[in-house]
Each structure stands twice: as structure tokens, then as C-alpha cells.
């Protein structure tokens, strides 16, 4: 068992930053993926950014470039920097591991982006 959870969100203006933040606990071992999603009310949880096991990522088209994703060695924080935010990434951003074939997801933090 693997237990999530985020901190960072928050209420910014257009162009400004945040730093999401996920600490794990439980039973590491074994984490192949490490992910972020977001989700607005209405639509599916899209992926946003990932990291694998080997510190390869990926990004969603429209964050390219202004998120990064990143975790510490021992796997048990992952971050989300956040710079350029836009109205449309205004959303509840979800952590997420995957341990073989489970994949386990924290609470989620809200993430406003408003003039």
C-alpha cells in the first residue's frame, strides 16, 4: 500500500507559479511510474506530466515547457513546478504511483489561476 499526499495548490494570477508537492509513505519498493493529472468538474482526469522509474518524462502538449515534473532519489516526493499558469490550468491536480500493475492516487489540490 502505497498512501498520497498533495500540498501546494492555491489561488495565483496569470503568469505566476506554484510548486506542487506529493509525499509518499507506505511501501515504495517498486514504483514504476509517477505521475500528475488534472480534473475540472465534467471532464476526465487528463495526465499532465510523468516520470518513470529511470527519470524519463513526459508532458501534456500545452504545459510543455512550463511545467516540470521531478522526485527526490528515494522516490517519496514528487514535485510539479508550475510557471506560466493560464486560466485553463485552473483544476484539482492529483498525484499518482504506479507499483506494478496498482496505481495509487492522493486527494488532490486545488489549483485557481484568476486575475
Known amino acids: 500500500q502505497v498512501q498520497l499526499v498533495e500540498s501546494g495548490g492555491g489561488s495565483v494570477q496569470p503568469g505566476g507559479s506554484l510548486t506542487l508537492s506529493c509525499a509518499a509513505s507506505?511501501?515504495?519498493?517498486?514504483?514504476?511510474?509517477m505521475e500528475w493529472y488534472r480534473q475540472t468538474p465534467g471532464r476526465q482526469r487528463d495526465m499532465v506530466a510523468k516520470?518513470?522509474?529511470?527519470?524519463?518524462?513526459d508532458y501534456l502538449d500545452s504545459v510543455k515547457g512550463r511545467f516540470t515534473i521531478s522526485r527526490d532519489n528515494t522516490k517519496t516526493t514528487l514535485y510539479l513546478q508550475m510557471n506560466s499558469l493560464k486560466p485553463e490550468d485552473t483544476a484539482v491536480y492529483y498525484c499518482?504511483?504506479?507499483?506494478?500493475?496498482?496505481?495509487?492516487w492522493g486527494q488532490g489540490t486545488q489549483v485557481t489561476v484568476s486575475a
Open positions: 499518482s504511483y504506479t507499483q506494478g500493475k496498482t496505481t495509487y
Open positions: 507506505g511501501y515504495i519498493s517498486g514504483i514504476v511510474a
Open positions: 516520470i518513470n522509474s529511470v527519470g524519463s518524462t
